[in-house]
């Protein structure tokens, strides 16, 4: 491993994810300029533009992370390098996902109990009247385009770098398309003269949200108090770690094996037991899959304590 905190293997796709993380951003933006542009007085739009909003965090932290990876070199008061940052730039991005999540279903909530009705009024172009739900449902269209098609690019690479902040990321856009098909319902229901349609879809559209930012809490706060390594989807125990365990309990059966997650790495901890004669580097113990065993950054052995020891 170089003096960074990134596996020389995962340098490449780390760029990779990198500039398709920039194009979000840009593509982000232009998506937020547009739902502001056309956002009246609809709960829906209103909770949709600040989702949207909300979808510049994941990458911004990821962009951040990365860099410090990258270009931090180990220290005498970082002896780890940044290994963490991933971890702490998830946890950050949960922590956003969650609390806006909450407060936007309050919001729609409310609105459903004052029976508050919005209304979508009309705008003159080129000199003709144009109802502004038209507008509404056009710029939710194009919501649905650009999240599509990243978040389908965000996902491998994700998986290759084992990375939960790019992963949520990607699963936050490839689940737009329910923001957008919640948020057409709520104009189109408007239009309808349904009060109640704008703010049902607002409260969908922010259960969603307050869904990704729960899983993700609790996914991240999982490793940063040094907690059993978790899938990237999931709160399950990752199957990397799961055979990692098996591995080493199999070779040092009377021993403890204790793992834990550093960012995207392994360490793995095995209390009562000596270690072997020959030095192994710890990509021996990984089970299978060499193209994945920069997973497995540590193995330290921590032999018995002796009776005259004890006292």
Not at 58 to 70: D, K, T, V
Not at 98 to 113: D, E, I, P, Q, R
Not at 281 to 303: G, K, M
Request: hydrophobic share 45%; proline share 5%; net charge neutral.
């Amino acid at each position: 491993m170089s003096q960074t905190s990134l596996p020389q293997e995962l340098c490449e796709p780390m760029a990779r994810a990198i500039r398709l993380e920039y194009w979000n951003i840009f593509w982000t933006l232009t998506i937020i300029v547009t739902m502001g542009l056309v956002l009246g007085q609809s709960e829906t739009m209103k909770t949709a533009w600040i989702e949207d909003t909300l979808g510049l965090v994941p990458p911004i932290m990821f962009l951040i992370a990365a860099r410090m990876e990258r270009h931090s070199h180990r220290s005498r008061r970082f002896p780890f390098g940044f290994e963490r940052v991933n971890g702490l730039g998830f946890f950050v991005a949960a922590v956003a996902l969650t609390a806006v999540g909450a407060l936007l279903l309050y919001n729609a909530l409310m609105a459903l109990g004052t029976q508050e009705h919005a209304t979508v009024g009309s705008i003159v172009i080129l000199g003709h009247d144009m109802w502004l739900g038209w507008l509404m449902l056009a710029a939710q269209i194009y919501s649905l385009i650009p999240p599509l098609f990243i978040g389908r690019k965000e996902l491998p690479l994700a998986k290759q770098l084992n990375d939960k902040l790019l992963h949520t990321d990607a699963l936050m856009n490839k689940a737009n398309w329910l923001t957008g098909a919640a948020g057409l319902a709520g104009i189109i229901g408007l239009g309808l003269g349904w009060w109640w349609a704008d703010s049902l879809a607002a409260a969908i559209i922010s259960v969603d949200v307050l869904n990704d930012g729960i899983k993700a809490l609790r996914s991240s706060t999982a490793e940063l108090v040094d907690g059993a390594p978790r899938a990237l989807s999931s709160t399950d125990l990752s199957q990397d770690a799961q055979k990692v365990r098996d591995r080493l309990q199999a070779e040092f059966p009377d021993a403890t094996v204790r793992l834990r997650e550093t960012g995207r790495l392994i360490r793995a901890e095995v209390h009562d037991a000596h270690p072997p004669l020959e030095c192994r580097h710890p990509r021996h113990y990984w089970p299978d899959e060499e193209e994945r065993n920069w997973r497995l950054a540590q193995v330290s052995f921590i032999p018995p304590i002796k009776a005259d020891e004890k006292s």
